[in-house]
């Protein structure tokens, strides 16, 4: 093979290849929106490994349908935007598209149409049956497709790869139009092999390594083209590995080979993890999409484990999303907190940089590995404008070692979570009002900072868009549940006057957030107080989010838990973001009047806490029943919130995002609010508190729940609305308990 030397004076004088056009630019007031176009003319499936992955359609081709972000994609650069397979230059037909039951690959099945020459028929349908198999497996996707003939006669016909790439940076994908691109080109770097190369205005060079074997009958920049006389019931395969950015020198490991170790490794990632069972199988079908979606969407990095946001627009590092999954998966899985700490800490704002709105202290919103952030003509290569992912951070820090008792992480976190608590109260709260408030720091920035980050997600109870420094609700609740968490890991690294003070310092914040933001005539909390101090007087689901944190009263909770289950906010399918009436109330909005799984799951937890078990059967049936209507039993990222009709499913949000990390944890979280699970490592103990199954769950068998260096394997059963407990297995010493406090 002829290395290709990367260099731009080598790529100006290699065979120039066709260049994608971008997409058209987004509306004003968003400037990052994902637009909808129309509609996909095929279902589309999405792989991912690491920081590759790639979005095909239901057969096996990229880019040869309308509608879909089709792609080859790795750390946010597009590496491959057209593959599609023709029989003499006619699309076969589609038999059957299948995911693995763990995302580890797709398994395409195809034949041939009515083949013609001329008005002759060569060859009759279903003649030739065509497998194509597809896998991710570090920085390459790998293909096979397995040709057999079913014939009584020998097949005589061509396949042809169809191919191409623009190199186009993620935001592209999404919609950004950009004044200027680098320069694409290709070449045949062997008879096997081609190379579609790409210099970027930031002067890095992008290759894409295509290689075919066998070799084919005739090969472009553009094509490969197999002619095959494939003898009757014979069968032959073709591979096919594209490569993101490897070097001439490292050749792909065979195909058979890398699909083995792709699977060993997919198996190994969740072997320490609870494995939960029930009597409901629809249930545990939910369940294993969302531990395999999760599974796929877990990164390793220098740092440990990170559950990237989603696919296809949100495959990064996100602290918000994944602070709230490790969260969410702290039950069933802390390793998954302890890689999101070390990572987040790792990337803790030092400097004060207004283009991307850090501050010393501040926790991670974004990161992007693609041309455009490389340019600053997106914002987000490091980007730190989330109002929440600093207190989430505190708060997740405190809950991870509660759960496992892991003080040596609190030692060497310590540091960073004290930044992170003095960003809090200084440059946090830009006025000294005791409430955590945002506004960016330049007009590239996100306008909202919370997790409703829409341009029109806060707002006055006349739809007037709130301005100056914001002070949501949801981010009060999480600094009151950072402090009180930190206090207790003040304590335990015999910090007392810290711990006093952190203490007393959420207690102040509590009583303020009471004065500032109640509002006694919907008897629920205020979304917001814009830059005057004035609440913005909306039902939203912001409020249900306050009851998982803990600050509000007892006799509150119960007011703003009765509201949420009211028909304005919840559909029958769960809760949605904002009320129906309010102003801005748009069931098919982002963030005005959708339902978000994972929105619903910390609320379940709330209600939990307050003991308001049968609400939180509601919700979790809503989202269960839900999740039977939905593509492969998987949750979306959102999905729209029209109310529950008799005999009719919940209506899809067209560009969200699946999976999504933290709507694939939701089940779990579900899960843990349902059975009231608690741990506490100081005294090895599992403690069940009001335990409550919903009614299409009779039984749980939850195997290998960890605490510590013991496990348990433990059986539930459903007796109307008690719960009976029986372990089944223990190993290491530890306890189990029900506690009932109704």
């Known amino acids: 093979m002829t290395a290709i030397k990367a260099t731009a004076a080598q790529i100006k004088t290699a065979a120039q290849i066709k260049l994608l056009p971008s997409p058209d630019g987004l509306v004003e007031e968003s400037p990052f929106y994902i637009p909808m176009t129309g509609p996909s003319a095929r279902p589309r499936r999405t792989l991912k490994h690491d920081d590759t992955f790639v979005v095909l359609d239901s057969h096996g081709d990229i880019g040869a349908s309308a509608g879909g972000p089709d792609g080859l994609f790795n750390t946010d650069t597009r590496y491959l935007a057209r593959l599609e397979m023709v029989l003499n230059d006619m699309q076969p037909l589609l038999l059957g598209?299948?995911?693995?039951?763990?995302?580890?690959?797709?398994?395409?099945?195809?034949?041939?149409?009515?083949?013609?020459?001329?008005?002759?028929?060569?060859?009759?349908?279903?003649?030739?049956?065509?497998?194509?198999?597809?896998?991710?497996?570090?920085?390459?996707?790998?293909?096979?497709?397995?040709?057999?003939?079913?014939?009584?006669?020998?097949?005589?016909?061509?396949?042809?790869?169809?191919?191409?790439?623009?190199?186009?940076?993620?935001?592209?994908?999404?919609?950004?139009?950009?004044?200027?691109?680098?320069?694409?080109?290709?070449?045949?770097?062997?008879?096997?092999?081609?190379?579609?190369?790409?210099?970027?205005?930031?002067?890095?060079?992008?290759?894409?390594?295509?290689?075919?074997?066998?070799?084919?009958?005739?090969?472009?920049?553009?094509?490969?083209?197999?002619?095959?006389?494939?003898?009757?019931?014979?069968?032959?395969?073709?591979?096919?590995?594209?490569?993101?950015?490897?070097?001439?020198?490292?050749?792909?490991?065979?195909?058979?080979?890398?699909?083995?170790?792709?699977?060993?490794?997919?198996?190994?990632?969740?072997?320490?993890?609870?494995?939960?069972?029930?009597?409901?199988n629809i249930f545990n079908e939910v369940v294993c999409q969302s531990m395999a979606d999760l599974n796929i969407l877990m990164t390793q990095t220098p740092h440990g484990r990170y559950p990237y946001a989603g696919i296809p627009w949100y495959s990064t590092t996100f602290g918000r999303d994944g602070l709230i999954t490790a969260l969410q998966m702290l039950w069933i899985d802390p390793g998954i907190a302890r890689g999101v700490l070390n990572r987040l800490a790792a990337f803790q704002a030092q400097v004060v940089d207004p283009s991307a709105d850090a501050e010393p202290g501040k926790i991670l919103h974004e990161m992007r590995g693609g041309e455009m952030a490389a340019l600053h003509e997106v914002p987000f290569e490091r980007y730190y404008g989330s109002v929440d992912s600093t207190p989430l951070f505190v708060l997740l820090a405190g809950l991870y070692v509660e759960r496992t008792g892991d003080e040596s992480i609190l030692e060497r976190l310590w540091p960073a979570i004290e930044a992170a608590l003095g960003w809090i109260d200084g440059p946090g709260d830009?006025?000294?009002?005791?409430?955590?408030?945002?506004?960016?720091?330049?007009?590239?920035?996100?306008?909202?900072?919370?997790?409703?980050?829409?341009?029109?997600?806060?707002?006055?109870a006349d739809g007037t868009l709130a301005e100056g420094d914001i002070a949501l609700a949801e981010v009060q609740g999480y600094v009151f549940a950072a402090k009180r968490s930190a206090a207790r890991c003040a304590s335990a690294l015999g910090l007392t006057d810290r711990a006093r003070e952190l203490e007393r310092a959420a207690e102040r914040l509590a009583s303020r957030f009471e004065e500032a933001f109640w509002l006694p005539d919907l008897r629920t909390y205020a979304l917001a107080l814009d830059g005057k101090k004035q609440p913005c007087k909306v039902r939203t689901s912001n409020?249900?989010?306050?009851?998982?944190?803990?600050?509000?009263?007892?006799?509150?909770?119960?007011?703003?838990?009765?509201?949420?289950?009211?028909?304005?906010?919840?559909?029958?399918?769960?809760?949605?973001?904002?009320?129906?009436?309010?102003?801005?109330?748009?069931?098919?909005?982002?963030?005005?009047?959708?339902?978000?799984?994972?929105?619903?799951?910390?609320?379940?937890?709330?209600?939990?806490?307050?003991?308001?078990?049968?609400?939180?059967?509601?919700v979790f049936k809503g989202l269960f029943d839900a999740a039977t209507y939905m593509d492969l039993r998987r949750l979306p990222e959102l999905f729209c919130g029209f109310r529950r009709e008799p005999r009719r499913g919940p209506t899809l949000y067209p560009v969200a995002c699946s999976p999504?990390?933290?709507?694939?944890?939701?089940?779990?979280?579900?899960?843990?609010?349902?059975?009231?699970?608690?741990?506490?490592?100081?005294?090895?103990?599992?403690?069940?508190?009001?335990?409550?199954?919903?009614?299409?769950?009779?039984?749980?068998?939850?195997?290998?729940?960890?605490?510590?260096?013991?496990?348990?394997?433990?059986?539930?059963?459903?007796h109307d609305e008690d719960v009976s407990l029986e372990v089944l297995r223990t190993r290491g010493h530890i306890q189990v308990s029900i506690v009932l406090t109704r």
């Not at 005791?434 to 590239?444: H, K, L, P, T």
């Not at 403690?687 to 290998?704: M, Q, S």
């Open 97 to 280: 598209s299948n995911l693995r039951n763990d995302n580890s690959g797709l398994t395409v099945d195809l034949t041939n149409p009515d083949i013609y020459d001329g008005n002759r028929i060569v060859f009759r349908k279903d003649t030739i049956h065509i497998v194509r198999t597809v896998f991710l497996w570090r920085g390459t996707a790998y293909q096979r497709i397995g040709i057999q003939n079913h014939g009584e006669e020998t097949a005589s016909f061509d396949l042809s790869l169809l191919f191409d790439n623009d190199f186009a940076d993620l935001f592209e994908v999404r919609g950004e139009r950009r004044a200027r691109r680098g320069v694409g080109t290709g070449e045949l770097s062997d008879l096997s092999t081609v190379v579609l190369s790409y210099v970027g205005l930031d002067d890095v060079v992008r290759t894409s390594r295509l290689h075919f074997e066998p070799r084919p009958t005739r090969l472009s920049v553009n094509s490969a083209i197999y002619h095959l006389d494939l003898p009757a019931q014979q069968t032959t395969a073709i591979f096919l590995t594209v490569s993101c950015n490897k070097p001439a020198t490292e050749t792909p490991a065979p195909f058979y080979r890398s699909l083995l170790a792709h699977r060993r490794e997919m198996r190994r990632a969740w072997s320490g993890a609870t494995n939960i069972e029930t009597s409901n």
């Open 660 to 718: 999504q990390a933290w709507a694939s944890a939701t089940p779990f979280t579900l899960l843990e609010a349902a059975l009231g699970l608690e741990f506490d490592a100081a005294r090895n103990e599992i403690r069940l508190r009001n335990p409550r199954l919903p009614a299409f769950l009779n039984e749980i068998i939850l195997r290998g729940l960890h605490l510590g260096e013991s496990s348990v394997d433990l059986r539930l059963r459903r």
């Open 430 to 460: 830009p006025d000294g009002d005791g409430f955590v408030e945002y506004r960016r720091a330049s007009e590239q920035g996100l306008a909202n900072q919370g997790w409703k980050d829409s341009f029109d997600a806060i707002f006055h």
């Open 543 to 618: 409020a249900g989010q306050l009851l998982f944190t803990g600050m509000v009263r007892e006799e509150r909770a119960r007011m703003v838990a009765a509201d949420l289950m009211r028909s304005q906010l919840f559909t029958g399918w769960g809760i949605r973001t904002v009320a129906a009436g309010e102003a801005r109330y748009n069931p098919m909005s982002y963030h005005n009047g959708s339902i978000w799984p994972h929105d619903n799951a910390l609320i379940a937890l709330g209600l939990a806490r307050y003991g308001l078990k049968h609400s939180v059967e509601q």
